[in-house]
């Protein structure tokens, strides 16, 4: 009889458990929860001698969305395109007797050289600033961290301001607020402009999920930019060879120079 009684008390436990474990509310979320696909239209970018701009097309897949959310906006999307990063020097001319000189400089570590950016809307109605400034998202939100000794006379402020307006004055720096539109329900497209004087090297492509001010997750990729023909012997002999370039380049100019001084010499 006791024997029975504890079969009959195991059957239950385990008829009773399975379907817990099978429907753990835990595994479900993970399963559904939303997420983004992306792809570019190319992955290399050629750099001619005639190069003067190029628009590279970002496209995604949103999964596992909530279609009522999707319908009323609740979803947004932003694509960047990072370029290689450097350390970057912001100096601030001043008077000095008469003549206008580099009296005080500041430099930021490993700093984007190029930063395009595309989003649904204006980033800062999508998400909170310290949640934009965490993941690095928009023009204004990029880490500028100094490094070195700063200076009683160096205003912080005033040198990322100074960095951000001289980047997006060089066309280095862009944004358009409408850049991602969705094609249906849940496809999208970006357009992200390269400059004229797009930095070579790899570039990376950032795509951000937002659901009602919440980040839900990203993907990226990797864009290479790559100069070709003179363009690429040049930039390889530079670096690659800086004495014999060095040499040339002096040389090129001292006959440039004298056969200018012949051929528009007076008699």
Same mark, same amino acid.
């Given at each position: 009889?006791?024997?029975?009684?504890?079969? /009959?008390?195991?059957?239950?436990?385990?008829?009773?458990?399975?379907?817990?474990?099978?429907?753990?509310?835990?595994?479900?979320?993970?399963?559904?929860?939303?997420?983004?696909?992306?792809?570019? @239209?190319?992955?290399?970018?050629?750099?001619?001698?005639?190069?003067?701009?190029?628009?590279?097309?970002?496209?995604?897949?949103?999964?596992?969305?909530? +279609?009522?959310?999707?319908?009323?906006?609740? *979803?947004?999307?932003?694509?960047?395109?990072?370029?290689?990063?450097?350390? %970057?020097?912001?100096? =601030?001319?001043?008077?000095?007797?008469?003549?206008?000189?580099? =009296?005080?400089?500041?430099?930021?570590?490993?700093?984007?050289?190029? *930063?395009? /950016?595309?989003? %649904? =809307?204006?980033? !800062?109605?999508?998400?909170?600033? &310290?949640?934009? %400034?965490?993941?690095?998202? $928009?023009?204004?939100?990029?880490?500028?961290?100094?490094?070195?000794?700063?200076? &009683?006379?160096?205003?912080?402020? !005033? #040198?990322?301001?100074?960095?951000?307006?001289?980047?997006?004055?060089?066309?280095?720096? +862009?944004?358009?607020?409408?850049?991602?539109? #969705?094609?249906? @329900?849940?496809?999208? +497209?970006?357009?992200?402009?390269?400059?004229? &004087?797009?930095?070579?090297?790899?570039?990376?492509?950032?795509?951000?999920?937002?659901?009602? $001010?919440?980040?839900?997750?990203?993907?990226?990729?990797?864009?290479?930019?790559?100069?070709?023909?003179?363009?690429?012997?040049?930039?390889?002999?530079?670096?690659?060879?800086?004495?014999?370039?060095?040499?040339?380049?002096?040389?090129?100019?001292?006959?440039?120079?004298?056969?200018? @001084?012949?051929?528009?010499?007076?008699?």
């Amino acid at each position: 009889m006791k024997a029975t009684l504890l079969a /009959l008390t195991i059957a239950m436990f385990t008829a009773w458990s399975t379907p817990a474990a099978a429907q753990d509310p835990l595994t479900t979320q993970l399963a559904e929860r939303e997420g983004l696909e992306i792809g570019i @239209s190319t992955s290399e970018i050629a750099i001619t001698s005639d190069f003067s701009g190029a628009d590279l097309t970002v496209f995604g897949a949103l999964t596992n969305t909530d +279609q009522l959310l999707l319908a009323i906006g609740q *979803y947004d999307v932003v694509v960047t395109l990072e370029g290689p990063r450097d350390w %970057t020097t912001v100096r =601030r001319k001043e008077r000095l007797f008469g003549i206008w000189v580099n =009296r005080t400089s500041l430099t930021f570590e490993q700093m984007p050289i190029s *930063y395009s /950016l595309a989003s %649904t =809307r204006p980033v !800062e109605e999508i998400a909170e600033d &310290n949640l934009l %400034t965490s993941l690095g998202i $928009g023009i204004d939100h990029l880490a500028l961290t100094p490094t070195g000794f700063i200076s &009683n006379s160096a205003n912080l402020s !005033e #040198f990322r301001e100074a960095f951000r307006r001289l980047k997006q004055n060089g066309g280095l720096y +862009q944004r358009d607020t409408g850049g991602v539109r #969705f094609v249906s @329900s849940s496809l999208f +497209q970006a357009t992200l402009r390269l400059p004229a &004087n797009i930095p070579n090297g790899v570039h990376t492509v950032h795509a951000y999920l937002f659901k009602s $001010g919440e980040f839900i997750g990203q993907r990226e990729l990797p864009l290479r930019v790559i100069k070709t023909g003179l363009e690429e012997a040049i930039t390889e002999a530079a670096h690659q060879q800086p004495l014999a370039y060095g040499t040339f380049a002096v040389l090129l100019a001292l006959i440039t120079g004298w056969a200018a @001084s012949l051929i528009f010499r007076k008699d």
